[in-house]
């Protein structure tokens, strides 16, 4: 029989260590693919879960002791009453808009500006800076945001306005429109950035000024994103929750002006939870709330992708 040479033998464990390697880098691919599904449903996973817990604990509420009529209809929260305890969430619903509401008018403007004047004029260092420090704001804490309106939006509104208290829906909207503004910034100018340079190339080689491709191309050609921005920082508002606790007021009042005090749903969630006996009438409400917030979010990001969608056929 013929025998093996060195050079074969030497060869065909080679060939065997090859061979072993694409096996390992096979099954390193396939877990790896693996997890990267997992991670990629988790949101999915998550989300639903959250949902059903909602539910779950809510449900007793509206098969019980719900009301449409005076949860969407009555502004009288108040679920700890001895005689009769009532259950409106219109002062709730309506705090929550004007806040939210108020806070857009702040921020969108602002953000919107910066991130106009961050991606289209601004460079070198300049950009670098303002991008750092646009992210370090949105690095802050809410209740740090809280502290502030407590401690200085308070007294200055009450000395400006002349009004006898300064936790109010100007204070909360006002810090809630500076805690939405970073993350719409930041959003709004990658939009921007997101735009080709031939755009704006073109429009110079017409003569257009920068300011004129800016408002007539770049505007116009990164709209998807900045209408996601702003509803991202609406989202954002809606369910603040420790901020508008701190600088509301948290009083539960139906608003006729912007210095008149209120209470939010998350606000309301926030604080009395932890002292409601659990699976009382007082608890399930409060799950219901957070129901309706879910699906008030739920319907902020259907109306988005609608939006954007629309656009993208237009």
Do not use: C
């Amino acid at each position: 029989m013929p025998t093996r040479t060195t050079g074969e033998t030497s060869g065909s464990s080679g060939v065997a260590l090859d061979i072993d390697r694409r096996d390992l880098a096979w099954y390193v691919d396939k877990a790896v693919a693996g997890l990267v599904f997992v991670a990629g449903i988790s949101a999915i996973i998550f989300i639903i879960g959250i949902f059903v817990f909602i539910t779950r604990e809510g449900i007793g509420f509206l098969t019980s002791a719900f009301d449409f009529k005076e949860f969407f209809g009555s502004p009288a929260w108040r679920p700890t009453s001895e005689r009769k305890a009532t259950y409106g969430a219109l002062a709730l619903i309506a705090g929550t808009a004007s806040v939210t509401g108020l806070a857009m008018i702040v921020s969108v403007p602002f953000s919107l500006g910066a991130a106009i004047f961050i991606g289209e004029f601004a460079t070198g260092k300049t950009r670098e800076a303002l991008k750092i420090l646009v992210e370090l704001l949105a690095a802050i804490p809410s209740v740090v945001w809280g502290f502030i309106g407590l401690s200085i939006m308070n007294p200055l509104i009450i000395e400006t306005f002349d009004v006898p208290i300064g936790l109010n829906i100007l204070n909360s909207g006002i810090i809630l429109g500076l805690m939405a503004a970073p993350i719409m910034t930041t959003i709004a100018e990658d939009a921007l950035k997101a735009v080709p340079d031939s755009y704006r190339e073109a429009a110079e080689a017409l003569g257009a000024t920068r300011w004129q491709v800016t408002r007539r191309v770049v505007i116009p050609a990164a709209k998807n994103g900045l209408v996601a921005a702003v509803l991202l920082g609406v989202g954002r508002g809606f369910g603040e929750t420790m901020a508008v606790l701190m600088a509301s007021g948290h009083s539960v009042n139906m608003p006729t002006s912007v210095f008149d005090s209120v209470r939010a749903l998350t606000a309301t969630i926030a604080a009395e939870l932890g002292e409601t006996a659990m699976g009382s009438d007082h608890y399930r409400a409060l799950f219901t709330l957070g129901i309706l917030l879910f699906v008030v979010t739920f319907v902020i990001n259907l109306t988005a992708d609608l939006v954007v969608r629309g656009i993208r056929k237009r």
